[in-house]
């Protein structure tokens, strides 16, 4: 059984930078779509970015150009760097994993569906 568990998250300045884990356990991520997502108590969950088994990516328009998604099957590890970031980005972030679902169908009527999550971690973007 594949366990994911975030880590990176903290509190940082506006305009700073963060890079958050996502460590996986129980399984090799080669085989598996990863993708991060964040929510704010109160709103929608948001997927944030996405990553293919062949390592293309997808991004949000809100984190394009700030945010960038990499993953080190070897270290069964997926990282989302951010940088230049904004308050707005406050929330707690979540990694996620699919066998099935590539990054162009996840879409939030499948977000449940997904396969494995992790807990969160928390970033909090605040002068």
């Known amino acids: 059984q594949l366990q994911l568990v975030e880590s990176g998250g903290g509190l940082v300045q506006p305009g700073g930078s963060l890079k958050l884990s996502c460590q996986a356990s129980?399984?090799?991520?080669?085989?598996?779509?990863m993708a991060w997502f964040r929510q704010v108590p109160g709103k929608e969950r948001e997927e944030v970015s996405c990553i293919n088994r062949n390592n293309t990516t997808k991004y949000a328009d809100s984190v394009k150009g700030r945010f960038t998604i990499s993953r080190d099957n070897a270290k069964t590890t997926v990282f989302l760097q951010m940088s230049s970031l904004k308050p707005e980005d406050t929330a707690v972030y979540y990694c996620?994993?699919?066998?099935?679902?590539?990054?162009?169908?996840?879409?939030?009527?499948?977000?449940?569906?997904?396969?494995?999550w992790g807990k969160g971690t928390l970033v909090t973007v605040s002068s």
């Open positions: 129980g399984s090799n991520l080669e085989r598996l779509t």
């Open positions: 996620a994993a699919d066998i099935v679902l590539p990054c162009n169908l996840i879409r939030p009527v499948n977000y449940d569906g997904l396969d494995y």
